[in-house]
């Protein structure tokens, strides 16, 4: 950030007053630019048959980490909420229509000025097709994971997390809220 | 958003590849210049004793809702955790010190392009003190809360979830995770 977004006026660099952190601040028109991290918001689509639950993946078509896999999810947008931003990018990504049930983890990436939201989700059919950002798009029961070929650190808790609770589930517990810290 | 905060450049408006929205794109340096919604932290900061619970109230010294109550909290800044940012604001606004436990709520603001987050906190001490953006720093018991005098709806929903939970608990329930869109 090195000009005003407002005047175009170059910026400097100073500690507004009642502030106690740098900030970027127009000469000009007094005009302070604070800068705060984004949210990720994804889905954990989920299609059950028999006794096998299987999870919709994409594989990226886009950098970073092109050609790895990744759970649905993108940069949540103004004027929506964080639930109908899962919904979107399920739809955008993996052309696929999901019910959004439960917020099941949220985790911190300080390092890149970035919070991860996870949901859970069930697929309404299996009519996924790839979206311009992903080259394939498939759903993996637990087995089938391509853990080495995960695109990001947060999708393999995020899935690690879901299986685990899956287990419990088994023996009569429920979905838990997740948060992590990936202070790296 | 009028000027390239990387050039200086007059902005334009206009929709980006593998884009459906339109976005404030750069015709000099050619940079996407994205808005996204940011995040508020805030504690719910209670002090046990003996049969009673108490929950510290802000009195804003700052607009907007100048002179209403609040819980403490403000805009989560880069390079911190969510639980990080709680703890921060809470010792900016009231002076206090907290051990932060669970997140409880979630809520979503899209008019504001706002997410606000929740955690459950336990005051270390009552060594509380207005800071430089507050008025006045007190504990409230429920029957004291200024429920007509608190500076945001979320505030409001916060409380009210807050007191339901303990309500539960007192039956053997345990605090829920609460989340709520707030559409208008
Ligand atoms: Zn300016
Ligand atoms: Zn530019």
Request: proline share 6%; hydrophobic share 35%; glycine share 6%.
């Amino acid at each position: 950030m090195k000009f005003c977004s407002h005047c175009g006026h170059a910026l400097t660099i100073g500690i507004p007053p009642l502030d106690n952190m740098p900030r970027h601040i127009c000469p000009n028109c007094h005009m302070i630019h604070y800068e705060n991290p984004k949210i990720v918001v994804c889905s954990i689509p989920t299609w059950e048959t028999e006794n096998e639950t299987s999870i919709l993946l994409c594989r990226r078509a886009i950098t970073p980490r092109h050609g790895f896999w990744t759970l649905p999810g993108g940069f949540m947008e103004n004027d929506e909420t964080t639930e109908q931003a899962a919904r979107r990018e399920t739809k955008e990504e993996a052309g696929a229509d999901v019910r959004i049930s439960n917020l099941f983890s949220l985790m911190n990436l300080p390092v890149y000025h970035q919070v991860h939201l996870f949901y859970l989700a069930q697929l309404e059919n299996t009519n996924f097709a790839p979206g311009e950002e992903s080259l394939e798009t498939r759903l993996f029961t637990e087995k089938e994971i391509p853990w080495d070929q995960l695109a990001f650190s947060t999708i393999k808790y995020a899935l690690k997390f879901y299986f685990e609770d899956r287990k419990k589930i088994q023996n009569g517990g429920n979905f838990g809220f997740h948060t992590l810290d990936l202070t790296k």
